[in-house]
Structures are given as C-alpha cells and as structure tokens.
C-alpha cells in the first residue's frame, strides 16, 4: 500500500501530477528513488527543473454566466508569449477562469488543489503540471476573483489579447439590457484608466496622510507662503481623489462626464439607479521581475563551458 506521504513527497520533488505519482510508485513498489527516473524517462518529471523560472507572460482571462450573475477573472502566468499563444494554454486558461467563478476556495493554494472541471481525476494543479511537462515552460495559476450579483450585472473586458483583463459588478435594481452596456463602458475605462480605489470611502486615510504630507513638502519647496500652503494641499488632495477614485474619474469615452455623471444618466434611462459595486483590474506579470537577459552574455558562457 502506497502512502498519500510517500505520494506527496514523490509530487514535490519531480513536479509530477498526483495519479503519475501513484502509477509511478506502484510500478516500483514505492521505491521512490526508481519512480523519479520512471518519471524522468516519461518526461513527467521535466516540470520540476521548470519550477525556478521565472514566469511573468501568460493571459488574464474572465468567465461570465449566461445569465450575467456571476463572472470571474484570473491570471495564468508562462514564461514566454510563444506559450501564451498555444491553443492548450489557452483552453486551461479558460476552463480555470470558468471553474473559478463557482470556487468555494478562499485562496489560490486552496483552489489549484480543486478538482480540474476539464478532467475530475486530476486537480487544476495537476492539469497545469502536465502542461508544464508538455510545453516545457513553468506556468502558474496567479490569482482569481470572483463576483456575484443577485439585482444587477457581472461584465468584463480583455484588452490587448490578455495582457488586461477587468471584472465588473453593477448593482441595479430593474433588468435592462442598458445595463450590459454600462457594465461595458466602465470595464473598458477602468482597463485604459486603471482607477486605484473605487471611490473615497476605498482610499485608505494613511494614503491620504502621506499624500498630504507630500503635497505640502512639494508646496513649500516651491516657494509658496505657509498661509496659503494649507488650501493649496487640500486642493491636491481633491485633484488625487478626482485622478485615482473610479467614480469621479473623467470617462474615457467622453472627457465631459465623470463616471458618477455617466452612471447617474443612464440610471434616469433604466429607471432604478445604477451603482457600481466593485471591480477587480489584473494586468499581466504586474509585479513580477523578470530577468534580464544578456544574449551576448549567455553566449559566451556556453561557449567556455564547451571548451
């Protein structure tokens, strides 16, 4: 009898989905030692030595119920836009993004261990593992959130081929296919706007602090008279809320209305206010460092490994 230990430790050395671990294990009498080179001569075990690059391309992808009431969006990391590309890594990218709309899981540790909706045999860890091996690049589910709505609309928007990806919640009290089209509007703003805080309840006040504190250094080594510093700070604080806050940022589309105004026109059209609820923006590889390649570098060190 196998053990889930001997079967865990197998998985965290190789990298290897769990049903290969067992197969492995029960081919070699759980002999691990001899299972990692039936691994390797499988090429199952190929994802482990993947696992240290860095993986900072990818897609952010998002899922929308048919009736609009639940969405989710979710970023899957690959090391080069080549893979990106790759019809495979684009339906596990997209079969990942539907089962994230209806996780109970509160974290991505939690979720990649979820049963794969493509294949219940295998987890979404699993799935990814053997793509790993296949493609021969590292890969990772990043991030997901997801969205539920009972009165109003889940929407969302991809720009650039997966490189932004938005999730909408708009809550409405009337059905109208004006909302869809709202829910559009603002995805498509916040991609291009990329609004920090929903509105001024979200900002944080040490932020506000901090920006105050900034404003008025940059106020007084500009020379201006310390009786006016404190209106001239106050009025920077405004235009950061106005600049950074969703709701009061000029809409893309139309520079003469703020997304409030926008929202607050098409709410008189429907006949019951339109609110936006909360948003979820993903950027691709946000965040994530990516090495610095010396071509002329690498060259020459495998040229004198050669030697």
Known sequence: MISAQTVKELRERTGAGMMDCKKALNET????????????EKGLAAAAKKAGRVAAEGLVETYIAEDKKSGAI???????????????????????????????????????????????????????????AKLGENMAVRRFQKMNVASGVISSYIHGGGRIG?????SCEKDSEILSEV??????????????????DAVDMEVVEKEKEIFRVQA??????????????????QKYYKENCLVEQLWVRNPDYTISKYLAEKSKEVGSAITIEAYSRFER???????????????????????
């Open 74 to 132: 979710v970023e899957v990391n690959c090391e080069t836009d080549f893979v990106a590309a790759n019809e495979e890594f684009i339906a596990l990218t997209k079969n990942i993004a539907k089962q994230a709309s209806n996780t109970s899981s509160a974290n991505v540790e939690e979720f990649v261990e979820e049963k794969y909706i493509a294949d219940n045999n295998i987890t979404i860890k699993d799935a990814v593992t053997a793509l790993i």
């Open 166 to 170: 938005v999730l909408v919640k708009l």
């Open 220 to 237: 007084l080594n500009e020379g201006k008279p310390e009786k006016i510093v404190d209106k001239m700070v106050e009025g920077r604080v």
């Open 285 to 307: 590889g946000e965040g994530i460092e990516k090495k610095e390649e010396n071509f002329a570098e690498e060259v020459q060190k495998q040229m004198q490994q050669g030697k």
């Open 29 to 40: 009498n759980g002999d691990i030692e001899k299972a990692i080179e039936l691994l390797r």
């Open 183 to 200: 829910a559009k509007d603002v995805a498509m703003h916040i991609a291009a706007a990329n609004p920090l805080y929903l509105n001024r």
